[in-house]
């Protein structure tokens, strides 16, 4: 069972690295949105240190949406999906193995380009810290709960727009405590455990039911 | 006696006892709206509280409160139907569900309306991102979703059952609305409705408000049902009971 976890894991990986511009284009969008906005709201650095945390949270949620999309289209549009549903392992193993790829290609980069742009909004180290562990534990939260938005959204006119539609709603908990995180690490560094824990809670009921529900969708999308 | 359950399950069975229940719950509805109006408007106080009163427009809360309340019952009505559905594959539970979606839409955006007009008397503001005040507007995107990835796919079936599971995972969301507004600590929460207490309530309020709920149910019942038999002579419009239907009207 574990091995058909890894060998569709690496052929995700493979896959990607073959077409490395989809990755960066993700990782660029992030960068982009969130340099956009002291342009927008002016550069003073009182109000950028209160306005990072959210932004970079807004930014990871807008980066990992746009990302979903192609979590099953190649799959969907070559068949591979189709094959995968008709195999004796469970759907959601494999379901499992394509999110943690796409949290790999989509979800990690930012968690490590975070202190870069933590930066450009003159936030502390101790912040920065906070933020990378926050973004490591609520973005893998959102490729699984999205992942279930994609099956859902599988090759529908307009599938992008409406998937925002669907999942947004559903990212607001991480959103809240992920920023929420951040920014009581300001006051007390001690505060921040609840946050941490109640993300962490999070990653772990979203990977329970999270593959359960997109396999469930992907059945339903290609019946 | 042997029950059959799903005896009614079926469209066409269904279709008559629908439309002979929507007088009735018309009515119902009617009969409590007037009670529950009349009693709000002449039966209770004129203000509340002790140095900074709430006056007249504390009356918001005979629609306020019970429009919030039905658009979580709703939304659990709906992912009841849509569980129900995706379980034992019966179409007229879709139909149930998707029937009930605008209802309960409405009935959120209803509470987040009348809320608005009354925080901006008593708090000063008509918006404010208390969790109460967010959940509730996290609730009205879950139904909006609903009914976009419904209307988004062409296929019934699939529409149906995609629709539904999206409803079902959705529904994690209720339990975070219905506390929010009993928050374990208020010190941790800056939440500007107070909490809720019904026992606390005075008697002649809480018979109002209790009296609008219902005709607020019955409404859901009313529009639900009235809605339902759209949605069956639609899906069903070539099968040869609707085609009956349809000729007898023509013919009369």
């Known amino acids: 069972m574990l091995r058909v976890f890894w060998t569709i894991l690496k052929r995700d990986l493979t896959l990607a690295m073959r077409r490395r511009t989809d990755v960066l284009t993700t990782l660029f969008f992030f960068v982009i949105v969130i340099s956009l906005f002291p342009l927008g709201v ?24 746009l990302a ?15 094959q995968m549903l008709l195999t004796a392992q469970p759907l959601s193993l494999l379901v499992l193995a394509k999110i943690a790829a796409h949290w790999i290609l989509t979800g990690l980069p930012l968690v490590l380009i975070a202190p870069l742009v933590g930066m450009q909004y003159h936030l502390s180290d101790t912040a920065i810290g906070i933020m990378m562990l926050s973004l490591l534990l609520g973005t893998p939260v959102l490729s699984l709960v999205g992942a279930i938005g994609a099956a859902l959204t599988l090759g529908l006119r307009g599938g992008g727009i409406l998937l925002s539609l669907l999942i947004l709603p559903l990212y607001i908990p991480v959103l809240v405590y992920g920023s929420g995180a951040v920014q009581v690490s300001s006051i007390a560094i001690t505060d921040t455990q609840p946050y941490l824990a109640l993300l962490g809670a999070f990653l772990l009921v979203a990977m329970v039911f999270a593959p359960v529900a997109s396999a469930a969708a992907l059945r339903i999308s290609l019946e | 006696m042997a029950l059959n359950w799903f005896k009614f399950a079926s469209p066409a069975s ?24 009349y009693w709000g408007f002449f039966e209770t106080v004129d203000q509340l509280g002790g140095n900074n009163p709430q006056k007249e427009y ?40 998707n029937a009930v979606a605008p ?5 959120t955006f209803l509470a987040l309306w009348t809320g608005a007009f009354w925080g901006r008397p008593s708090w000063g503001t008509y918006w404010d991102w208390d969790p109460r005040l967010t959940s509730e507007l996290a609730l009205f995107f879950l139904y909006i979703g609903y009914i976009a990835l419904h209307s988004a796919i062409d296929d019934t079936r699939r529409a149906d059952r995609a629709a539904g599971l ?5 529904l994690v969301m209720v339990p975070v609305i219905f506390w929010s507004i009993n928050c374990p600590d208020p010190n941790q929460c800056a939440a500007l409705h107070q909490r809720s207490n019904l026992m606390r309530i005075e008697g002649n309020i809480l018979f109002s408000m209790l009296v609008m709920t219902f005709a607020f149910w019955m409404y859901s019942f009313a ?30």
């Open chain 1, 42 to 65: 002016g550069t003073e650095h009182k109000v950028l240190e209160i306005l990072g945390p959210g932004v970079v949270w807004v930014a990871a949620l807008l980066a990992s949406m």
């Open chain 1, 68 to 82: 979903l999309e192609r979590l099953f289209a190649a799959d969907y549009e070559d068949g591979t999906l189709e």
């Open chain 2, 14 to 37: 269904f279709y008559p006892i629908a439309g002979r229940l929507v007088p009735v719950f018309w009515a119902l509805t009617i009969v409590l709206l007037a009670v529950g109006l």
């Open chain 2, 58 to 97: 504390y009356r918001i809360i005979f629609i306020h409160v019970p429009a919030a309340w039905m658009s979580m019952w709703l939304y659990v009505v709906l992912v009841g139907w849509a569980a129900i559905g995706l379980v034992f594959n019966t179409r007229l539970s879709f139909m149930m569900a």
């Open chain 2, 103 to 107: 209802t309960g839409a409405i009935f």
């Open chain 2, 166 to 170: 999206l409803a079902i995972v959705g």
């Open chain 2, 223 to 252: 529009t639900g049902f009235m809605r339902l038999r759209s949605i069956i002579l639609t899906r069903e419009a070539d099968s040869t009971w609707v085609q009956e239907i349809l000729n007898k009207e023509n013919r009369a």
